[in-house]
């Protein structure tokens, strides 16, 4: 199994058009320190690719990763389909960016699949364009990744959901709770016996998280925010971290603890621009590294 790390930011990338905190301006001085909105792609078969999550940055994403660009034939796409962690725009908003395909398998939980065909009416505006085929993401069991690449002995990347958050989008902040609105996604090869959980939203640290991590091989987490106070204290939310649902990484109730229990490779994705990681020469880093645990970066290739 091989993942390809699309992007590590947090909501409006970095730099975000409209910030001129220190994460963002040092982006612009740096481009090397841009992040992409979070995202992976992960490769199921020779040539056959699934984005987890499309964001507004998808375009260049695809274009950055030579791996994820058409041919032979001249509308041919190795892109088989997106897996969605949730109904949040910055992690949805690229569907559209896709209409050109002939056709888009979408894998997503019920009550994201009900936002964005309810709330977004994605199937009514992109239907003159493409063909959408939705599959329900199960949180029990798992199923192939993809189907025609399976095969007959039931290889092939499978993919199953832990539900972590009943956080809804702010467009469907009045649609039925459940707890499925956000999960994680457990990706396992039987080739190689090997599992990889990508959960870029935590809330809450449950027990059914908990397990999925410690049997996995490699763990990338939320890593939105640094301590609980970071909204509050650079002045973009009233709320915590944790208020915003995002577990934060240092302090009580941190992530970095319980990840330094891990025997998996654990790194963090998903970084606010707020956030002191988004800067290399932040002396967090090293608070991490004595941990044992890692900062994703874009591009960042990770085979199992």
């Not at 190795?78 to 725009?89: Q, R, S, W």
């Not at 199960?138 to 039931?154: E, I, Q, R, V």
């Amino acid at each position: 199994m091989l993942l390809q790390v699309l992007g590590t930011a947090a909501g409006g990338g970095i730099p975000q058009w409209n910030c001129a905190c220190p994460g963002c301006s040092g982006a612009r001085a740096c481009p090397e320190r841009r992040r992409r909105h979070a995202s992976l792609a992960v490769r199921t078969g020779e040539g056959r690719w699934y984005l987890v999550n499309a964001t507004p940055d998808i375009g260049d994403q695809i274009e950055a990763h030579p791996a994820l660009h058409p041919g032979p034939g001249p509308r041919q796409t190795p892109i088989a389909g997106v897996v969605l962690t949730d109904a949040e725009l910055d992690h949805t908003l690229g569907i559209a960016r896709l209409r050109e395909a002939d056709g888009l398998e979408i894998l997503a939980t019920a009550p994201v699949r009900r936002a964005l065909e309810e709330r977004l009416r994605l199937g009514e505006v992109l239907g003159p364009y493409t063909t959408l085929t939705w599959r329900e993401l199960p949180l029990s069991g798992a199923l192939p990744l993809s189907g025609d690449t399976a095969g007959p002995s039931g290889h092939g990347v499978r993919i199953s959901a832990v539900p972590v958050s009943a956080k809804r989008p702010r467009y469907a902040a009045d649609a039925p709770e459940d707890d499925a609105w956000v999960v994680a996604l457990r990706l396992y090869d039987p080739a190689t016996g090997k599992s990889a959980l990508y959960a870029p939203a935590v809330a809450v640290w449950s027990e059914a998280l908990h397990r999925a991590a410690a049997e996995a091989d490699c763990v990338l987490v939320d890593g939105t925010f640094w301590d609980d106070e970071e909204p509050r204290r650079t002045g973009i939310s009233s709320r915590t971290a944790t208020g915003m649902g995002h577990l934060p990484i240092d302090g009580p109730g941190g992530t970095a603890g319980i990840l330094a229990t891990l025997s998996a490779r654990c790194l963090y994705t998903h970084l606010n621009n707020t956030n002191p990681l988004v800067d290399p020469a932040a002396a967090q880093h090293k608070q991490l590294a004595r941990l044992g645990v890692e900062v994703a970066d874009d591009k960042m290739v990770i085979e199992l």
